[in-house]
């Protein structure tokens, strides 16, 4: 403020002589607005009416956690027995998902774990190659590929879940190792989905890196890979978080194909277990289902929270032209 | 969105060309050439392995998709001027087979009669049914048998009473052998096959009792089996295979079951030997999910149901997240940032979850809803078709309002506060500014979501299968549907659950969805003018 080459007459900018003005009204006695009485009417009228619908939303979007919660707790197996919201805790119902021997719910973690990281980093990589190239180089059938990869994402995978599962099993008579029963053939079609609304999304934030950081660096000597790799990947990295992150949610909630594909109850993931688990949940041990709920659900959130500004701007900035 | 005026350059000239190469050659270094040449030769080394393993399979056409493919991708990456190509070909190659592949693959099995009962060769169909018809021979003489191994293959080792010594498996028939090695009149080991001990006899007692290795190449001479590994005896099969004429003949009853046709061998009065094989049988699948009354009902008020779940879907989310978004939208409000986050949450758990502890709490006698909320009523939520119906818009609602709700924040607070101040000052009221300025305002940034969130919604197959799983069933219908299946869950039950999965019709299916969805993208990308942005 005080700096004296200010331009007079712009908003951050003022004279010496207001700004003394400034301090002298300051240091007198302050100003107090002429104190309203509180009016409950007129509160409720301007943002009380607003808690009002707030609080109603949150109970609507809380309480389903909240059961979910206090029934985890519940050492009681039975969905009756849930009912009365945190009417007893302990952390029985987290020792008996962990410890049965007919619930593989470690190997469940695990496989979700490493099936979702490996197809967000390999998704993340696919998509940034193509989203480079579609960027960066102009070439015969760009807007074509561009245009196929819009319209292909329109076409979810899981309506071709017939095809994939004869394509999987014939290879798995070949292949064992990535055939039918296996996650890295379940990986391998995830990745058919890698370039699509991914590549898209990361081609918009690849666009807004100037190009003439590449040319800078081609003069400097730098081949096309090297720019790629060490320069334009650590530019868009909050683009790849996104992408990554959104990747490593769809997977988690990914039902379909890894049902059909994943036949052994210990190769499965979290959605294909935990589902059948509770298929009825009249006879299901409800609150083992639900401890494994719990602690499915927290690393997820807690990723989800952490990133989600950044989520909502990625969706947003794909879709709005 | 993509955006030509970035380079608007004339095209390069040649020699502007054999510069940058020669540029691009130089940066390159040795290192560079030495990790493009590893990771080219792994990949050849694992298409060399491929095309080897395929070869014992005689995989002719798969041999020669994978040699040509390497062959391209070799030259792709060992060229210098396929640059874009470098880029695309892994993320391609994975989209051509498991998008573009599957797509045709879905096509095709649209018009075979694939399923339980015919997911085979005929031939396989033939020994399938020899086999499960086979019967000891009464009186036939026991052989001297001993289990044997070759690369994982499991065979048997059979002495004749004649002293001849054969060998087979279940694929290959009864060969001779030469000089077998003999523990007196038995023969227990052959050169290039190992000879199982009794302890591995005993472990793999299940892959032994289900051996039946051919007599010879004519399916009808039967096959040798062992019940203990140790002796063995002719079994032939009840029913007699007519190459030549293509027919099955049952010795015991005598009656002729003759290849029709229809991809199983069928007897004059209709009754089908199952297994049978896979057939292309035209449009028939097509024909069954338009003209076959029990299949056509339920297509048709499935189709009708998916469109009304995902328009509804998409209606209250977009309203209630808009409402909200205005709500909170005021800055006199102390507290936004808590509501907000809370509110957040149910978008953060993962959605699989949600729709199993919905279903959990919906439940008519042991629910949270029923039994806490309603004070012990029995409301049948899930189990009562139109209430059913309704439960899922709800459990929708509460997933989908708040990622409408932060979209909507968003762009609630992208247009400038100026538009509305001008807008008072010229007399307009808060409603008028509202639906007059502000809501086209947004709707040109969040239809695009709205469009991707009706497709979404369309296909949204964990939420129905979870809830309800497409339940209350419908009764009235041949095919396993319920009255809350969207298209997507109906496929899926017809393909892959119950008695009889019938993977044709269920791929005729997924060929009509496919086609109403890509009319309603056509339809859409037209209104939003995406693909015009595009050009």
Sequence with gaps: MSTPNVVPGTDTGLLAAELLEEERVKNATPYVPPRKPFNVGRWIRAT?????????????????????????????????????????????????????????????????????????????????????????????????????IVVVQMFPQLLAVVAIFLLMSAIGDWFPAIGLNTHLGLIMVYLGGALGVNTYLMYGFFNTVPASIDEAAKIDGAGHARIFFTIILRLVAPILAVVALLSFIGTVNEFVVASVLLIDPEKQTLAVGLTKLVSNP?????????????????PVMALFLFLQKYIVGGLTAGSVK | MIDDDVRTDPKPTRRQKQAARMAEAASGGWRTLLVKIVLLGIVDAIAIYGIFVLLLHDQWLVIGVIAVVTVIVNWIYFSRTQLPAKYLTPGVIFLILFQVFVLGYTAYIGFTNYGTGHNGSKEQAVSALMSSALERVPDSPTLQVSVVDQAGTLGLLVTEPDGDVLVGTNDSPLEQVDNPQMDGDKAVGADGWTTLSFAEVIARTDQITSLAVPASDDPND???????????????????????????????????????????????????????????????????????????????????????????????????????AIVFNDMRMKGRKYYRVLMILPYAFPSFLSALVWAGMMNESFGFINQVLLGGASVPWLTDPTLAKVSILIVNLWLGYPYMFLVCTGALQSIPDELTEAATVDGAKPWAIFRLIKLPLLLVSIAPLLISSFAFNFNNFNLIY????????????????????????????????????????????SIIIFLVVAIIAIISFRKTRALEELN
Excluded: C
């Design chain 1, 282 to 298: 009249r006879y299901a041990d409800w609150s083992a289902f639900t401890a494994g709920a719990v602690m499915a659900a927290l």
């Design chain 2, 466 to 509: 979870m809830l309800t799983n497409g339940g209350p069933r419908d009764s009235s219908t041949s095919i396993a549907v319920g009255h809350t299946d969207i298209l997507i869950s109906m496929v899926y039950k017809v393909a892959f659950t119950g008695q009889t999965r019938d993977y044709g019709l269920a791929s005729a299916f």
């Design chain 1, 48 to 148: 009380g009416w607003r808690h009002i619908v707030g609080i109603v939303m949150v109970v609507f979007s809380l309480f389903p956690l909240l059961f979910v919660l206090s029934s985890s707790l519940n050492p009681q197996g039975t969905l009756t027995g849930s009912n009365a919201l945190f009417s007893a805790i302990g952390i029985d119902s987290y020792v008996r998902i962990l410890s049965s021997p007919d619930i593989p719910y470690a190997a469940w973690f695990m496989n979700t774990l490493v099936i979702a990281s490996v197809t967000a980093v390999a998704t993340v990589f696919l998509g940034a190659l193509a989203a480079y190239s579609f960027s960066r180089m102009r070439f015969t059938g760009r807007r074509f590929g561009l245009i196929t």
């Design chain 2, 222 to 324: 039967g096959a040798v089996r062992t019940p203990d590994g140790q002796s063995g005896y002719l079994y032939v099969s009840n029913l007699q295979y007519d190459a030549e004429a293509g027919t099955m003949t049952d010795v015991t009853t005598g009656v002729v079951y003759t290849d029709t046709g229809v991809g199983a061998f069928t007897a004059d009065d209709g009754e089908q030997l199952l297994p049978g094989w896979q057939i292309v049988i035209g449009w028939e699948n097509f024909g069954r999910a338009f003209t076959e009354e029990s299949i056509r009902g339920p297509l048709v008020y499935v189709t009708i149901w998916t469109f009304v779940f995902a328009a509804v879907s998409v209606a209250t989310t977009f309203f209630l997240g808009l409402f909200l």
